[in-house]
């Protein structure tokens, strides 16, 4: 992570906001590098930084740029050591001399193992979606014990926080996210940490629950929210909450699942469940959802296997034509899980309209499954370097 320059003692509010984004980066941090001027030499702001670096008690590279002339330079180094920051390492970021030994300090301060990897075998369950719609209750009912603050004030969970669970479904880690509030609407400074770290949980997530109010139905806030999922390839169930305030009569049930999908119409892809996170209905439906849709997250599918669905789709509706030119598909791979990726490649990349595009996605999940998890093509246009035909 890439942090702006902290000023310590500036007013200015831009830097004073480059601060705070430097102290929430400081706090997720595995290894921190500390960048000084060679040239300027310890300044009273090195100084206040190596203070608030040492309070943070995180491994810390202190790298000391500029030293072009490098043979030259590295003997104004012993300065840095009155930092006690340990060793500090000269290079040239413009030259790319003295790199290797920075990256070999980094990566001995990496953790042997991380929480993460420790986790492997957990499905991570980012719970998403604006204040007050019920994700923390939901997460209480489902471990038992008031373990995340619930109130009717919205916005009351400020951090993301992990609660690990198991059942005889399987092992899960839940995160609860801190409402994700319209950016127009985000004042308080830890408001915006909240966004911020909102939007990371569902980068660590396999699969999130976007929580709608029943009450409320689709809002843009919902919309957006769910575009963040999407965009980052998480397996994605759509969770209404508080259907049990919702009057109902014959076709309530699917008619709400038509507006919903009408509003949310590029991830129909996404299940949808209704529950009462106050009540408990049909909670213990959710894990049966999230095994499927993070497994779906994940699916391989064999390169003969998808050729041989891909000629089928290209013989039930021929590729597109413009003047007189015929897109050619020659050969398709998977690329990658997390969200399925396919390689398609064509003779003319500029053939491979978004309605074909869209028309063999739907074909793939016919015929593999896909529930709950976003599809991607990669076009590369066949080439002596990159197929071999």
């Known amino acids: 992570m890439i942090q702006g320059g902290i000023e310590p003692e500036s007013k200015d509010i831009i830097l004073s906001q480059m601060r705070e984004q430097a102290n929430l980066a400081i706090e997720m941090a595995d290894v921190i590098i500390f960048l000084a001027d060679i040239k300027q030499g310890v300044t009273p702001a090195d100084r206040e930084i190596a203070e608030m670096l040492r309070k943070s008690k995180k491994p810390v590279v202190l790298v000391c740029n500029k030293a072009d002339n490098y043979q030259k330079d590295k003997e ?3 300065e840095f050591y009155n930092l006690g920051m340990g060793e500090p390492y000269p290079i040239s970021a413009s030259h790319a001399l003295g790199i290797g030994d920075v990256l070999d300090a980094i990566y001995n301060h990496f953790p042997e193992k991380t929480a993460d990897e420790e986790n492997e075998d957990r499905i991570k369950v980012a719970v998403i979606g604006k204040p007050n719609v019920g994700k923390s209750s939901l997460i209480n009912k489902i471990l038992g014990e008031n373990r995340n603050i619930v109130s009717n004030i919205a916005g009351t969970t400020r951090d993301a926080i992990d609660s690990e669970f198991e059942n ?16 127009s609407k985000v004042n308080e400074k830890i408001e915006k940490y909240s966004v911020m770290r909102s939007l990371l949980a569902v980068e660590r997530a396999d699969v999130c629950l976007l929580m709608i109010d029943a009450n409320e139905g689709v809002t843009e806030q919902d919309t957006k929210i ?11 169930i759509i969770v209404v909450n ?22 949310l119409a590029y991830i129909t892809y996404a299940p949808m469940i209704f529950i009462s996170a106050k009540t408990g209905q049909r ?3 959710l894990y049966d959802i999230i095994n499927e849709v993070a497994e779906q997250n994940a699916k ?8 041989q669905v891909i000629n089928e789709a290209i013989a039930i509706t021929q590729p597109p034509t413009d003047k007189g030119k015929r897109l050619k598909i020659f050969y398709g791979t998977q690329a990658s899980t997390k969200p399925p990726t396919f390689v398609i490649f ?44």
């Open 242 to 263: 508080k259907w049990d305030e919702i009057e109902k009569q014959t076709g309530t049930m699917e008619n709400y699942k038509k507006q919903v999908y009408a509003k």
């Open 300 to 307: 391989r599918v064999s390169t003969s296997v998808l050729n």
């Open 168 to 183: 005889e479904k399987g092992k899960y880690i839940f995160i609860d996210t801190a409402g994700i509030r319209r950016k």
């Open 76 to 78: 104004e180094i012993y």
């Open 226 to 236: 769910a575009g963040e999922a999407h965009e980052a390839g998480k397996g994605i």
């Open 346 to 389: 064509v003779n003319n990349k500029e053939l491979f309209h978004f309605s074909y595009e869209r028309y063999l996605i739907n074909q793939f999940r016919k015929e593999f499954g896909l529930q709950g998890t976003p599809v991607r093509i990669i076009v590369r246009e066949k080439t002596d370097d990159n197929y071999n035909f």
């Open 283 to 285: 909670i213990d439906k």
